[in-house]
């Protein structure tokens, strides 16, 4: 039997297949989840992705697998997700819209050899001595008050990976006493480009209160060593009998115990080197000395040391008896080995009682550690030394045991051991821990808190509708994104203190919360302002979310509906231009395009208007202008006979610069092109300033910097004219200006009389930093302009001034 389709019938069919094969290409492109590809789990941090991928690189690289003609393929899936979930705002979006969020993202088509995954990735991901640092977290790290040296390196470079050995004897040797770190450049470029680092290895070392101090010197282990204990401060004090009595007696009512080395004639003494070590370990917790009993035989005698011995005197010891006094003597010359005995029996954090919380907390800052039983374990002896590196922040630390009071906790939302910050203004003003249980991370935590203005939200004190503006961040602890948004949201809410209120709620204890805000990934931050809701879709940094609250303030993008749409594109006016989104909410990459056209709407600011459709509200009227896939980026010139209705953006790539560039190159010409002859009569001879742009037409650069000089053009019109010379077609006007690369700037000002050929150069391609440059040089022109007609003035007076009085002179014959 024959099956015959009608017109509309056959367009209806058309339709029902393409929609069935976008779903199978979709099931396709999902099946294959990049957590699972890898083998991690979806809360694993950055070295974990780092080690799963490169022991699945090992084994399924095309190098190793020659035989499969899958091989190529196979690996292409494994470096794809280790792409994406490497980059944090990547993951951020995977994780919230699939693959579908990446569309505009090409990560993962290119791959090293074997040898590459064998001996150059990850270099330092298997030393726990060494902390591999991220974007994300290498500024909390550096400032948490605690001694780094820091390792820049390339995975490519081969002295590099000459140090590698002697880099990890180093940190085994200094563990404890600093901490030494590495940052991959070829993995976090920004942070390297940012911190100046142009070489590799690049050592530097970092302490809060001091510029970064990088090191020259030979890569031995000794000459390391060295260097780093030039910046460990701490200092041993020799202990005699004219000083002995009053130190120990100062330190103890301090609450500072002794650690003292006596170095006698028998046995062995700790040498200089170990007692420096463990002062710098031991440091605001211990004081560290020696004393020489070959000179202070009978103050060791009174001591009862016969032989060389280490001891620690905590606060109180009875000095004179060592049985009797509490006093731990010490067998080891390992430094390490000492520091923990010394650690263990270090105080331990005050217990708060229930009773005497609320009352504590109302009047000072605290870091609390919340355990569940006296017995538990969950800290650990290192975090003894938070007390000395929060002292300048004035935070007090301690312990409160829930079993103790359930209610309390239960009102904190504590159900687990964890640690909060408290700020100093009440039980309610709070904030819990999500980080790394690591004492630099903790610490960091705790001096950013304090100093911020972001609480830990639950159902009682979650804002309503009729309530002051609030942001709110919706997470799981689990999420490395989540983790890494945190310390950007408290530096965000520094700035908008009194405006706008921060909080985090976290969905694995609220989930209902969670659930009935729709929230379906993590992080998921949105802006409550009573009945309007604005969800945050840009990056993870404070200087984003910054620009995202002055976009709802001072909207970039304008909302169109369909009659305002007539309105302002249809009708606009004949020298308007406009860029149009026509989107669809639960389109992934029109989600991912979202911050981007917000900020290059900033960028466009009375240039081009920028406005947006919503097509799923305003689905037939979308329909009527065609719009056939979703997001469909159009731009509507200036009117002409000429011109076309709209021109689309065909770009592979959907960022603000790359929009901005397209858009830019749609202005009308502002600028003047000259020639040899226009050159020499409006620029050199002419009373006008002129920035001239000599550009060569086959320049890459030059050409994406026309757009710019557009910009510059319009920006100091009426003060400076602007011109291009076609270095190509005028070369020769060119070398006589001295023009050696393109583009090249340089700056004309009239000053009285016929201007040189070279010019001034300009050493910017930025149109707002060169309009700054011409208006500081044109206001000092006008400034030594009007100078000069003052003083002719003045001369003028003062001729017509003494020409009168020796005309009434009584001199005068």
Excluded at 91 to 108: A, F, I, S, T, W
Excluded at 234 to 250: R, Y
């Amino acid at each position: 039997m024959e099956f015959v389709l009608s017109k509309g019938d056959h367009t209806r069919y058309l339709r029902l297949l393409l929609l069935v094969l976008v779903c199978a290409i979709v099931l396709v492109r999902t099946d294959q989840d990049y957590y699972s590809l890898l083998g991690v789990s979806k809360e694993a941090s950055s070295r974990e992705i780092r080690q799963a991928f490169k022991k699945l690189a090992l084994k399924l690289h095309p190098d190793k697998n020659q035989n499969d003609p899958n091989a190529h393929e196979n690996f292409l899936k494994i470096n794809r997700a280790y792409e994406v979930l490497k980059d944090e705002d990547l993951r951020k979006k995977y994780d919230k819209y699939g693959e579908k969020g990446l569309e505009d993202q090409q990560q993962g088509g290119r791959y090293e050899s074997w040898h590459f995954y064998r001996y150059d990735f990850g270099i330092y991901d298997d030393d726990p001595e060494i902390i591999t640092l991220d974007r994300g977290e290498f500024d909390a790290a550096v400032n948490s008050g605690e001694l780094w040296f820091v390792n820049f390196y390339s995975p490519r470079c081969s002295h590099c990976h000459d140090l590698a050995p002697t880099w990890r004897e180093f940190a085994k040797e200094m563990d404890g006493v600093i901490r030494i770190g590495a940052v991959n450049c070829g993995d976090n470029r920004m942070l390297c480009r940012i911190k100046g680092i142009n070489s590799y290895p690049s050592l530097y070392v970092f302490k809060t209160g001091m510029q970064p101090v990088k090191y020259y010197g030979d890569r031995s282990k000794e000459s390391l060593k060295n260097f780093a204990m030039q910046y460990v401060t701490s200092t041993v004090t020799e202990l005699w009998a004219g000083n002995f009595v009053n130190a120990i007696e100062t330190s103890f009512a301090s609450g500072l115990g002794w650690l003292i080395t006596f170095c006698a004639e028998r046995g062995d003494c700790l040498s200089y080197q170990t007692r420096l070590k463990l002062a710098g370990m031991l440091e605001g917790l211990v004081n560290v000395g020696w004393m020489d009993c070959g000179t202070q035989g009978e103050l060791c005698d009174n001591l009862d040391i016969s032989s060389s011995t280490t001891a620690y005197f905590p606060p109180g010891a009875t000095i004179n008896n060592k049985e009797k006094g509490g006093v731990l003597f010490l067998n080891s010359l390992d430094a390490r080995e000492i520091y923990q005995e010394v650690m263990k029996h270090l105080p331990d954090f005050e217990i708060i009682s229930a009773a005497s919380l609320e009352d504590r907390l109302a009047h000072h800052r605290w870091l609390i550690f919340f355990q569940f039983g006296e017995n538990d374990k969950s800290s650990v002896q290192e975090f003894k030394k938070l007390k000395f590196l929060l002292k300048d922040e004035h935070i007090q630390v301690g312990k409160f045991d829930c079993l103790s009071s359930p209610t309390i906790c239960n009102k904190l939302y504590v159900y687990q051991p964890c640690l909060a910050v408290f700020k100093g203004k009440g039980i309610e003003d709070y904030e819990i821990h999500h980080g790394k249980k690591i004492l630099y991370d903790i610490v960091a935590f705790a001096k950013e808190s304090v100093n911020s203005h972001v609480i830990t939200l639950g159902p009682q004190n979650f804002p309503g509708k009729e309530k002051e503006p609030w942001l709110v961040d919706f997470f799981a602890p689990w999420c490395p994104p989540c983790r890494a948004l945190l310390p950007e949201l408290r530096k965000a809410s520094k700035h908008l203190y009194g405006q706008l209120k921060f909080g985090t709620l976290d969905c694995t204890v609220h989930e209902g919360l969670c659930n009935m805000h729709n929230i379906r990934a993590y992080p998921t931050t949105v802006v409550f302002n009573q009945s309007d809701v604005h969800e945050y879709e840009g990056h993870h940094s404070a200087e984003q979310i910054l620009e995202f609250i002055e976009d709802l303030r001072n909207p970039s993008v304008i909302s169109l509906t369909p009659e305002t749409f007539v309105e302002l594109v249809d009708r606009r006016k004949r020298d308007e231009i406009w860029m149009v989104d026509f989107y669809a909410p639960w389109c992934g990459p029109c989600q991912a395009l979202m911050p981007e056209w917000k900020k290059m709407a900033r960028m466009l600011n009375g240039l081009i208007s920028v406005g947006s459709v919503d097509c799923q509200k305003y689905y037939s009227f979308c329909h009527q202008e065609s719009v056939q896939g979703y997001p469909e980026i159009r731009l509507f010139p200036q009117k002409s006979k000429t011109t076309h209705q709209y021109y689309s953006y065909n770009g592979w790539h959907r960022d603000s610069y790359s929009l901005r560039g397209w858009a830019l190159g749609y202005l009308p010409q502002v600028s003047v092109d000259l020639t040899p002859q226009s050159f020499t009569e409006k620029v050199l001879n002419g009373k006008d300033h002129w920035v001239i742009d000599f550009y060569a037409p086959w320049c890459g650069p030059c050409q994406n910097f026309a757009p710019e000089f557009e910009i510059l053009a319009r920006a100091v019109k009426g003060k400076v004219k602007a011109g291009k010379v076609d270095c190509q077609a005028y070369g020769q006007t060119c070398r006589s200006a001295d023009i050696r690369a393109y583009p090249t700037v340089k700056f004309y000002p009239y000053q009285g009389m016929k201007k040189s050929v070279l010019g001034e150069y300009i050493d910017s391609r930025d149109a707002k930093s060169i309009a700054d440059i011409l208006n500081e040089k044109v206001e000092a022109i006008e400034d030594k302009g009007k100078r000069k007609s003052r003083n002719k003035v003045r001369i003028l007076i003062l001729g017509i001034f003494t020409r009168d009085i020796l005309k009434n002179s009584p001199l005068k014959h």
